[in-house]
């Protein structure tokens, strides 16, 4: 049953904003309250963390294949392969920070820290660099079909 929409268009508009707001802000805390409490508690077991883990991937693949499913890319980012390089880098340095501090803090062993860590910065930037390539093309054969389709099916 659908329900009538009490809305006015422009306070529609601004319960999407809210909205928009709203699952940004839970994104980044949820990332950030993961991050926190494996540094805090000393690399917290999987089981700890699964539920916010599994929130968190649901809702990050959600919004990337909901939005190349549309053919939309990024309000800021270009869609370019120079941008998506300094998407991977950071990271990858993000990723490879995190992953130092966890294991030197697990170890205390400098040389095997840094060797991990540039384990860790090279590998999560070839599947950041290919995932976002991959995600780029998909997204630009998208917006041509879209953009080929009639904008009125009456004009057929």
Excluded at 22 to 50: D, E, H, P, R, Y
Excluded at 53 to 67: G, K, N, S
């Amino acid at each position: 049953m659908k329900m009538k929409n009490n809305l006015d268009e422009m306070q529609e508009q601004e319960l999407l904003k809210i909205e928009h707001n709203g699952c940004w802000l839970a994104f980044w805390l949820l990332l950030l309250s993961m991050i926190v409490q494996s540094i805090a508690f000393g690399g917290m077991s999987f089981k700890t963390l699964a539920g916010e883990w599994t929130v968190f991937m649901i809702l990050a693949l959600y919004l990337a294949f909901a939005c190349a499913r549309r053919g939309i890319w990024d309000r800021r980012i270009p869609m370019n392969n120079k941008a998506n390089m300094i998407v991977s880098l950071i990271a990858a340095a993000v990723l490879g920070l995190f992953n130092a501090v966890m294991i030197f803090r697990h170890y205390q062993k400098p040389v095997g820290t840094l060797i991990a860590t540039a384990l860790t910065v090279v590998i999560t930037f070839i599947i950041c660099f290919a995932t976002l390539t991959l995600m780029m093309k998909h997204t630009e054969k998208r917006k041509a079909i879209m953009e080929a389709e009639p904008a009125d099916a009456d004009e057929l």
